[in-house]
C-alpha cells in the first residue's frame, strides 16, 4: 500500500490540545465546588475551598472577579500562576503544599491575610520582594520554611514588611520594630542615636558595634551653665535631666496683686490706706 505524503501522520493526529491530568482535576474540583454553593455565575462567587484536593496545578481563576477567600491549604501545589487578576482577593491559604517560588502574589493589593506555613521557600530575598508591594498585609505566617533559618529572619520580615502586625501567629512588638532599624537600616540608626534633649551628640558609626559606649563621667567642680560645651555623659537620666534644667535660662513672670488695690469705694470711703500697690513675681527656669 502507498502511503499519501500530503495525509497528515498517524502521530501528529493524536497530539491535540487537551488540558493536563492535573489541570483537569482542578477544574472538576472548581466546578464540584460551585454546584455545592449553588453559584451559576461566576460574578457570584466570593469564596472557594480548595483543600485536601491533592491539587499539583490550579486552572486560571482569574474569571472569578469578585472572589475573596480561597482555601488550597493540604494539596501538592509547587507554585502560584493562577491568580492574576484576582484583585479582590482578602484572604489566602496556601499553608501546607510544596511551594518553593511565590512569584505571582504581587498581583493581589488587597490581601490582608496570607498563609505559607509548611511550604519549600528558601529565598527570603524573592519573598520578601513579592511581597513588598502588598500594603494591606496584616498576617503572614512563614513558618516551617527552609527561609527561616536565615540570621534574624523575623527581623528581617518585620523591616520590609512593616505593615505586617502578626507574623508566625505572634504579634509584633514596637521593640522589634525599633530592632530592625538598628540592624538594616544603620544611617537611620545613627541619627537617632545622635539626639539628645533635642541636639547632636558625638556618636559616631563603629561598623563593629551598633552602640558607641562612653565611659560615665561626673560634672566636674567647675562645670559653668549657659554657654558651656561640657558633653559630659550620665549613668542616671535623671542626673542629665537636672543638669539640663539648671541650663536653660530663667524666665520671670510679674503681675499686679490687685487685692491691695482699693476699689473705687473703698477710695471714696478712704477705708484703705494709700499704700502702693503691691507686685508679684513669679520665677520659672
Not at 34 to 40: F, R, V
Not at 71 to 98: A, D, M, V
Not at 121 to 150: C, F, H, R, V
Amino acid at each position: 500500500m502507498i502511503r499519501n505524503p500530503n495525509a497528515p501522520s498517524l502521530r501528529n493526529a493524536n497530539v491535540t490540545r487537551v488540558p493536563s491530568a492535573a489541570l483537569e482535576s482542578s477544574r472538576r474540583a472548581v466546578e464540584d465546588q460551585l454546584k455545592i454553593c449553588g453559584h451559576k455565575r461566576d460574578a457570584d462567587v466570593l469564596e472557594l475551598f480548595l483543600s485536601q484536593k491533592e491539587l499539583t496545578e490550579v486552572i486560571d481563576l482569574s474569571r472569578f472577579k469578585k472572589l475573596k477567600y480561597l482555601w488550597l491549604h493540604h494539596n501538592k501545589l509547587h507554585g502560584i500562576t493562577f491568580l492574576t487578576r484576582n484583585y479582590c482577593l482578602t484572604e489566602l491559604y496556601l499553608n501546607n503544599n510544596g511551594i518553593f517560588d511565590i512569584e505571582g502574589l504581587h498581583y493581589l493589593p488587597s490581601l490582608h491575610i496570607l498563609m505559607l506555613h509548611h511550604n519549600e521557600l528558601t529565598n527570603i530575598d524573592a519573598t520578601m520582594k513579592e511581597l513588598k508591594g502588598m500594603l494591606n498585609l496584616k498576617i503572614l505566617s512563614l513558618y516551617q520554611n527552609p527561609l527561616t533559618q536565615y540570621n534574624f529572619y523575623r527581623l528581617h520580615v518585620i523591616y520590609h514588611l512593616p505593615g505586617v502586625e502578626v507574623l508566625d501567629r505572634n504579634q509584633v512588638t514596637e521593640k522589634e520594630r525599633r530592632s530592625t532599624i538598628t540592624i538594616f537600616n544603620h544611617e537611620q540608626s545613627h541619627i537617632l542615636q545622635s539626639i539628645a534633649f533635642g541636639g547632636k551628640v558625638d556618636a559616631s558609626w563603629d561598623p563593629r558595634s551598633p552602640f558607641k559606649q562612653k565611659p560615665a563621667q561626673k560634672v566636674p567642680s567647675d562645670f559653668a551653665f549657659g554657654n558651656n560645651v561640657d558633653k559630659t555623659v550620665f549613668d542616671d537620666p535623671e542626673d542629665a535631666v537636672f543638669v539640663r534644667s539648671m541650663k536653660r535660662s530663667v524666665m520671670a513672670i510679674t503681675s499686679l496683686n490687685w487685692d491691695t488695690v482699693p476699689t473705687r469705694e473703698e477710695k471714696y470711703l478712704e477705708e484703705k490706706s494709700t499704700e502702693p500697690a503691691q507686685m508679684l513675681t513669679v520665677t520659672l527656669r
